[in-house]
């Protein structure tokens, strides 16, 4: 067994300590002969601190499209020749998301919108829409709104907003390359915001950008240090007319051995599958995932681009005798 | 007709890389004018919006 996994054992599995940076960067360099056993250690972890059940939640785009920010990842902005248009979803639509979100057996439902912060319209839509679902459905409520004030984030927190999602997307010392009109900064200073309104803290990224593996370290190791309650792991998906579509796809393998090294970063966290894994990973690499580290699932649709059919998801669950989080358990 | 993923004529060039994305993404160009649409997607589905000719779904 590599030396690096018998520490992982005992610093991880036996006591809840992630790795260090120096750590996930050795686990992230592992051959692919030792992925199937830093696979089998991502999963002990992952059962021993935080148990079987999986999180699952849905998501849904409230404003889509015509974004300031240039992300360079992203659709959504509107400084690049991307074909989405922008489009406001009406409150009863995101009331009949949220019920098909709950029909699923999903306990998250969170409202996203492409924005670089609120405005007054965005703020007064999530009032009306927040208040609305939690008249007609039993789910939690999450948001991810962009930059916010501490106004916005104690408005949020009276609404019952209970989880914010706000991504690092990478890691410091690569941010610049993916992002020009803000910095990884100031979306930390939301995060603290966050953090210190009481609000569950939702923060991960999306790998592939064009970031090297020491760079992945780094990211993980910056996102153990935020500590959050939840980390989605995106893979990149190359949109047509942004920067970044032309790029490859992440390799199955190395998105497997990413999912892992996070997971032994943060033994205790709600790690996320979230957008990319079908095109990255397939059905067989979403399975190795459950079984490497994953705990929690998007079900259904992205915001902009299509996600596997939910019972696909809830089906495999059941075969892996993962049980869904139930509400009660959230609360 | 045009492409519902790259707006280019479906008649002309190659769209199979096309029809093989659009599995997973919605339509963002009305085949019947090449505009572009208006599109939502929601967890279960979406629903595309042409000025010109009117909504479609999934």
């Known amino acids: 067994m590599p030396e690096i996994l018998d520490r992982a054992r005992a610093r991880v599995l036996a006591d809840g300590a992630g790795l260090d940076e120096a750590g996930i960067l050795e686990v992230l360099r592992l051959p692919d002969e030792d992925l199937p056993e830093l696979l089998q250690l991502a999963h002990d972890v992952r059962m021993k601190w935080c148990g079987p059940e999986v999180e699952v939640e849905g998501i849904v785009s ?223 690499g979403t399975r190795d995932g459950l079984l490497g580290g994953i705990n929690a699932v998007i079900v259904g649709n992205y915001l902009t681009t299509l996600g596997r059919p939910a019972t696909s998801d809830l089906e495999l669950l059941q075969e892996l005798k993962m049980p869904v989080k139930a509400l009660s358990a959230t609360l | 007709m045009y492409c519902d993923r790259c707006g280019q004529a479906a008649t002309e060039g190659d769209h199979s890389a096309c029809a093989a994305a659009r599995e997973l993404e919605p339509p963002r160009f009305c085949p019947d004018c090449r505009r572009r649409m208006k599109v939502q997607v929601v967890p279960t589905g979406w629903t595309a919006t042409c000025v010109e000719h009117g909504v479609r779904h999934s």
């Not at chain 1, 924005?115 to 939690?134: N, S, T, Y």
Request: hydrophobic share 40%.
């Open chain 1, 62 to 284: 409230l404003k889509t499209g015509g974004c300031p920010e240039d992300c360079h990842f992203c659709s959504q902005s509107g400084l690049f020749t991307s074909p989405v248009r922008a489009v406001w979803l009406d409150i009863p639509s995101l009331v009949e998301a949220a019920k098909q979100t709950a029909a699923t057996g999903a306990t998250e439902f969170c409202i996203v919108a492409a924005v670089r912060g609120p405005d007054e319209r965005l703020m007064a839509q999530m009032r009306e829409g927040v208040k609305a679902i939690k008249e007609a459905v039993d789910i939690q409520v999450a948001a991810s709104l962009g930059m916010l004030t501490q106004e916005q984030v104690d408005e949020l927190v009276a609404m019952g907003v209970h989880r914010y999602n706000h991504n690092l997307e990478t890691c410091r010392s690569y941010f610049a390359n993916v992002v020009t009109t803000h910095s990884w900064e100031e979306r930390w200073g939301t995060l603290k915001m966050v953090r210190d309104s009481g609000m569950e803290v939702c923060c991960g990224g999306i790998l592939g950008l064009g970031e090297s593996v020491e760079q992945r370290a780094e990211f993980a190791a910056q996102l153990a240090e935020l500590d959050p309650h939840e980390v989605p792991l995106n893979f990149l998906n190359p949109r047509p007319g942004t920067p970044l579509g032309d790029r490859p796809v992440v390799e199955g393998k190395d998105a497997l051995r990413a999912i892992a090294a996070f997971r032994l970063a943060m033994p205790r966290t709600i790690l996320r599958y979230a957008g990319g894994r079908e095109i990255t990973l397939g059905d067989l």
